[in-house]
């Protein structure tokens, strides 16, 4: 039997180098900006889409993967285990139509088994959770058992972003236009968070190293009750910043992994140039 497989859309943040070591099969959202259709994938030009977006004033789009890519996908991987794992359902359709691809292989091939695994959460937290697949895999741990104790996991993680920017939250409807426009001008940066996979308010503070320093804090606090295995910190242009926040919190997670990595397309449109990302 083949090793079990983990097919994603591009909500997840990996490293091509991540990737291809853990032989992740990406199918990809396409992003619309500025007049310009880029599909997130290995090829993406991410220095000319953050052009376009800064430049546009229309609403960024994002377009979800088909059923029949994930069915395509499923197919091509030749594996009889495979985890489908997708950005939060409740943000985008990605969730539904991995879903109807799913529910369509198992009528043809019912001798596979194929887990659907809604992440609750978008980059850096869908990437946790795809790495922690793999990390069950890796310990020998069966389709079953990992399938109970991913769901348990995307559950329970915790994701966090602060934005330098709210131009494309403005743009694209997600948060009320005057609203934003007063945040950005009074340089406030909120701290959201993951709510059962919708957004948030945790906190709001005046400047961005003051909310790093403050959702260090609560990383921390989680650490202390929870314990965590693994911290993902994805950056949309702000490299300095996610670093930083690591310095932050570094003394505290001694035997703990802690990533650093720059999100992908998709992820780089709602963070925005200067946005992190960080999940536990």
Do not use: W
């Not at 697949?133 to 020998?140: N, R, S």
Request: aromatic letters at 8%; charged letters at 30%; one cysteine or more.
């Amino acid at each position: 039997m083949k090793p079990i497989k983990i097919i994603t859309d591009t909500s997840a943040d990996f490293t091509k180098e991540e990737e291809k070591a853990m032989d992740i099969t990406y199918v990809p959202f396409t992003i619309d900006a500025g007049g310009t259709t880029y599909v997130d994938d290995d090829d993406l030009d991410i220095d000319a889409l953050y052009a376009d977006m800064a430049k546009t004033d229309e609403p960024i789009r994002t377009g979800c993967p088909s059923p029949f890519s994930y069915k395509e996908a499923i197919l091509d991987s030749g594996a009889d285990e495979i985890f489908v794992v997708t950005i939060t359902s409740k943000l985008s359709g990605s969730y539904n139509a991995a879903q109807s691809a799913v529910a369509e292989v198992l009528r043809e091939h019912p001798e596979k088994k194929i887990a659907l695994i809604d992440s609750k959460s978008a980059s850096a937290g869908t990437a946790n959770v795809v790495d922690t697949i793999y990390t069950l895999a890796k310990e020998g741990k069966d389709f079953d058992t990992i399938k109970t104790e991913i769901e348990a996991y995307a559950d329970k993680q915790h994701t966090f972003f602060i934005l330098e920017s709210m131009e494309n939250l403005i743009k694209n409807g997600r948060i009320p236009k005057l609203a934003g426009k007063a945040v950005n001008v009074l340089n406030m940066k909120p701290i959201m968070h993951s709510e059962d996979g919708a957004i948030g308010l945790f906190q709001i503070n005046r400047g961005f190293k003051k909310s790093l320093a403050k959702l260090a804090k609560e990383v921390i606090r989680i650490n202390a009750e929870k314990g965590v295995r693994l911290i993902t910190i994805s950056y949309s242009q702000g490299e300095e910043k996610a670093k930083l926040f690591k310095d932050y919190i570094q003394d505290e997670f001694q035997n703990v992994r802690i990533r650093i990595v720059p999100t992908k397309g998709l992820s780089s449109v709602y963070a925005d140039a200067g946005g992190i990302v960080v999940a536990l």
